[in-house]
């Protein structure tokens, strides 16, 4: 018998930790995980429109509209590799987003299984992404709390690390407004279709990987 497929939504702050988990927890639980800002970042490396598009949008620290990112959405959950589910990474982000989702899932014969919302203040965000080193693969580091092996290489490939251009300290700043102005909302949904779940993201990322498994696997 086919089993119906899984879909968490990570929810929380620039920051919060939400890529850094998504990544372990999708291996955990064999799902894909889909992070929007990822996609954006790979058709941006590859030059395409739409990559050109969202950049003048995620320089700014502003969210791509609606009608472009629900479209890349729908198109990547539709994919083979996503048919036992994903864990969605910076997705939805609006209102518009979240009902966009539901419909969709519906469609695919899923719905929001589980929301953590990874709760972290403001101060320790912003400390966070002024550390946070990347490599071209999309994996996360951070120079104090989570260093690489060699400074400035990737673990696994010994690429170069880079800083993201959205992670200067306005840009920043702005992020984290546009979040409680636009995504902050959806803690509010979610508490109401009752898939919400609290993750106090201050934690070492290993204790909040256990907190996360242990919700997603109840
Ligand atoms: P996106 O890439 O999604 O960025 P974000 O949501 O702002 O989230 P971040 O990637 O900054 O943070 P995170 O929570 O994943 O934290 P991380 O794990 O890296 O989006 C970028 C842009 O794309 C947006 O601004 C927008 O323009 C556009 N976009 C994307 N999705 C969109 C959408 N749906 N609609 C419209 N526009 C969209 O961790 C951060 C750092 O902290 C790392 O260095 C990590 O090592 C460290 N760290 C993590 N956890 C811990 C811990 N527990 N303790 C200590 N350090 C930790």
Not at 9 to 20: E, I, R, S
């Amino acid at each position: 018998m086919n089993e119906r497929a899984t879909y968490i939504v990570m929810l929380g702050p620039p920051g919060a930790g939400k890529g850094t988990q998504a990544k372990v927890i999708a291996e955990e639980l064999g799902l894909m995980h889909v992070s929007t800002g990822d996609l954006f970042r790979e058709n941006l490396s590859r030059e395409t429109e739409l990559g050109k598009l969202a950049a003048s949008y995620m320089n700014a620290g502003e969210l791509v509209p609606d009608d472009v990112t629900i479209a890349m959405v729908e198109e990547r959950l539709g994919r083979e590799d996503c048919v036992k589910g994903a864990i969605l990474d910076g997705f939805p982000r609006t209102p518009a987003q979240a009902e966009a989702l539901d419909e969709l899932l519906t469609r695919l014969g899923g719905k929001v299984d589980l929301v953590p919302f990874i709760k972290v203040p403001n101060e320790v965000l912003i400390e966070r992404l002024s550390g946070r080193w990347m490599s071209r693969s999309g994996r996360v580091y951070h120079a104090l709390y989570n260093p690489p092996k060699v400074k400035w290489l990737d673990d696994e490939d010994g690429s170069e690390l880079y800083q993201r251009d959205d992670d200067k300290p306005e840009t920043v700043a702005h992020r984290i407004n546009v979040y409680y102005e636009q995504t902050s909302p959806l803690i509010d949904y979610y508490q109401k279709a009752g898939t919400l779940v609290e993750i106090d993201g201050t934690q070492d990322i290993e204790v909040v990987t256990k907190d996360l498994l242990k919700v997603a696997k109840a």
